[in-house]
Structure formats: C-alpha cells, structure tokens
C-alpha cells in the first residue's frame, strides 16, 4: 500500500482502542489497521498548511510568513490569557478570534506522563485528551469564552503542572491519579469570575490506546536529519507512532511535511 501527502494532526475517534486516521487530499489510511507491519516514510518536501509554498515548516505547520500574519497562529493560541475577542479588541482578525474565542472553553485535567490542567474548546474533548496521550482525564470548569479559561489556567499552573512529559508518556511509566480528588483539591485556586462555572459532579474519563509494545527509551525520529526511515509499527499513542526498535514519530510535530507512505 502505498500513500503520499502532506502530513496534518491524525484525526481520532473516541473507542477501545482509539481509531486513528491519517488523512491526505484524495485518500486517508486507518493506522490501527498496518499495526505491526513495516512503515517506510519518505520525506519529499515542505508544503504550509496555509499557503501551500515549499517553504522551511516554521511552526505548527506553518512557514514562517504565515505563521506571524495568520489568525489561527495567534499568540493567544498557545496563551488563551491573551484573548481580548470577548472586549472586541482585534489581535490578527477580530471575525476569526470571536468565533473561535467566544464559545465554551473546557479547563481540564488530564494525566500523560503526570497530572496536568490544560485548555481546549468544549468541541475539543475527548479530542484534545487523545491528543495528548492521556490515559484520563476529567473537566474542571466549563467557561463561556477563551479568556475565562485562559486566566483558570495560569492560576492553576502554581499549584499543578502544565506540561507533558513525552518520553514518560510514551513508555507509559505513569501512575493511575484520583482526578477527582485533584479537581476539588484546587477549586480554592480558580479566580473568582471563573468559580460559578465549576463542574463538581463529573467523573473521569477512561482512554485506551492501539499500542502492541511500549517502546523501553524512546528514540526520535526528525524527517529532517533522516528524510528516510522504515520500521515495524507497535503503537499509536497521543500524535505518536510508536516502532518496534524504540522508535518514535510525532506526526503533529511534523505538519507541513509532504511525504510518501509505504506499508507492507
């Protein structure tokens, strides 16, 4: 079987195991289904998400032009604090930024490699859980718009951490963690504006990953150093494709990068 493309975020359905789908303009391919069979990746060139150009991936799949003048890469992407759609006040596109910035926001904890709060729109979930290889995670606050859960966030960040361990994750040397506990533990940090839109009464959420066999000291590959590389594959978990010689490759990591696919 053979596929070429431009590499995007695999897309995830929610299921035990998880469904992963890599998709291309005319074709997708169902990863779970070539699980221990050899993968071949051959890197063939850059292609932006946005303007298509073969130009050096900058950022989130992004060259460089794109990435500092497109409002899907605003700052406030990564630092939801730094929304200002709810004042009406224009970052890159203020039509863009309402849109995406003034609907329900979910601030979550979830645990990947150790227990983390993170912010993702409500349409988001499970996605964004799936995404960060979390084997579970429950919701704090649901807000109405991005800012709210923005500064929810950075409260929180003094009291629990807000970043994956990848390698941790990846080996799956990670520690089952009462997030209920964890939840009502912290509700005394969450800003005033923000307390009204608590949730108290949900339970964690269960994730179960298509992975044969963890890999024992994870290996990454970079298409850049070696634009060519073939192993067996053992797993998918989080945006990663697990080989069997401890092997890993971050497909999100590598958006923008237009490849041929080999399975056999």
């Known amino acids: 079987m053979q596929y070429e493309g431009v590499l995007r975020k695999m897309q995830t359905e929610i299921g035990s195991p998880i469904q992963y789908y890599m998709l291309f303009e005319s074709d997708f391919l169902n ?9 071949k990746v051959n890197f063939i060139k850059h292609q932006c998400l946005n303007c298509s150009n073969d130009r050096p991936i900058y950022r989130q799949g992004f060259c460089r032009t794109c990435f500092f003048e497109i409002p899907s890469a605003g700052d406030w992407i990564m630092r939801p604090e730094l929304s200002k759609a709810h004042l009406d006040q224009e970052d890159r596109d203020l039509a863009y930024e309402k849109k995406v910035q003034l ?27 799936i995404d960060q290889g979390a084997h579970e995670a429950i919701e704090i606050v649901e807000v ?12 929180l ?11 941790t994750m990846l080996t799956n040397t990670v520690v089952d963690e009462n997030l209920q506990e964890w939840r009502d533990r912290l509700k005394q ?11 108290d009464s949900n339970t964690e959420t269960e994730l179960e990953f ?36 401890n092997t890993v490759f971050n497909v999100r990591g590598s958006e923008g990068y237009y490849v041929g696919l080999t399975i056999s």
């Not at 990863?31 to 993968?39: A, Y």
């Open 144 to 155: 109405p718009n991005r800012y709210l859960a923005g500064i929810t966030e950075v409260a």
């Open 210 to 245: 298509p992975v044969l066999q963890y890999p024992t000291k994870v290996k990454s590959l970079n298409l850049s150093k070696t634009p060519t590389f073939e192993g067996k594959l053992k797993g998918i978990k989080g945006q990663y494709l697990i080989f069997e010689d």
């Open 157 to 167: 960040k003094d009291h629990v951490g807000d970043k994956t361990n990848w390698r």
């Open 31 to 39: 990863v779970n289904q070539v699980l221990d069979k050899n993968v």
């Open 103 to 129: 609907q329900p926001h979910i601030v979550y904890l979830a645990n990947s490699s150790n227990v983390k709060v993170g912010v993702t729109r409500k349409g988001q979930i499970p996605t964004r859980w």
């Open 189 to 199: 940090y969450i800003p005033e504006e923000a307390l009204p839109y608590f949730l």
